[in-house]
């Protein structure tokens, strides 16, 4: 399972890039530069989960070979900070990542912690406007619970993760996350819609 996430493609020239795996693919990983753990510490026991219960219900498997993954900014010196929230330079990549948005059409846009989700938000013009200390854990958590509900394999479901989910050697969320590990949980909700509307994802191994 790990060499289906972190070998995306992974080579040199496309980690400079910031972007692996291929746009036509349905579903994208929109990742904090300054994060990038974040496709093994959290996607990778997510995907596992969702890659359980598909094949458990359905008998296959995601060819997860070709997700598109990308970093929400190329550089990460303009990640905003409390202090300089949100230069002109971050509006230019929002401007980028909406034309490429628009042009393919993801079904499914997967965020990690705060920045790269408030960074999805204002690429789909949403309002209003939220500054860095609006995404908490529990925040997070709830954007995920409401993007679950309203999904809609019509158009891009911007579903948030969280970033962390370890501190000090502790899990701070893992544990009794809605009655269940968090993994488990977030896993099997992705996984349901999925199972749901797995006619329009071409995403099988065959």
Same mark, same amino acid.
């Given at each position: ?78 990640? /905003? +900070?409390? #202090?300089?929230?949100? !230069? =002109?330079?971050?509006?230019?990549? @929002?401007?980028?990542?909406? &034309? *490429?948005?628009? $042009?393919?059409? /993801? +079904?499914? #846009?997967?965020?990690? !912690? =705060?920045?790269?989700?408030?960074? @999805?938000?204002?690429?789909? &013009? *949403?309002?209003? $406007?939220?500054? /860095? +200390? ?73």
């Amino acid at each position: 399972m790990l060499s289906l996430v972190l070998n995306n493609k992974t080579s040199n020239d496309e980690k400079v890039k910031g972007e692996s795996g291929e746009k036509t693919y349905p579903i994208w990983l929109l990742v904090n530069p300054k994060h990038p753990a974040v496709r093994h510490t959290i996607w990778t026991p997510v995907l596992s989960e969702i890659q359980d219960k598909v094949y458990r219900e359905i008998h296959t498997r995601i060819d997860s070979t070709n997700i598109y993954v990308r970093n929400a900014v190329k550089d990460s010196g303009i990640v /905003p +900070k409390t #202090l300089n929230w949100w !230069g =002109a330079e971050v509006d230019t990549e @929002i401007e980028e990542f909406r &034309e *490429i948005v628009l $042009e393919y059409k /993801p +079904k499914i #846009l997967i965020t990690f !912690g =705060a920045f790269p989700y408030e960074f @999805i938000r204002r690429v789909f &013009e *949403i309002k209003p $406007e939220k500054g /860095p +200390k609006s995404w908490g854990n529990s925040n997070l958590g709830n954007e995920f619970v409401k993007a679950i509900q309203n999904f809609d394999i019509n158009k891009t479901n911007r579903i948030p993760l969280l970033r962390r989910v370890v501190e000090s050697g502790k899990f701070i969320e893992e544990h009794n996350y809605f009655g269940e590990n968090y993994f488990q949980y977030v896993g099997a909700k992705i996984a349901d819609k999925i199972i749901q509307n797995k006619d329009s994802f071409k995403i099988w191994i065959e």
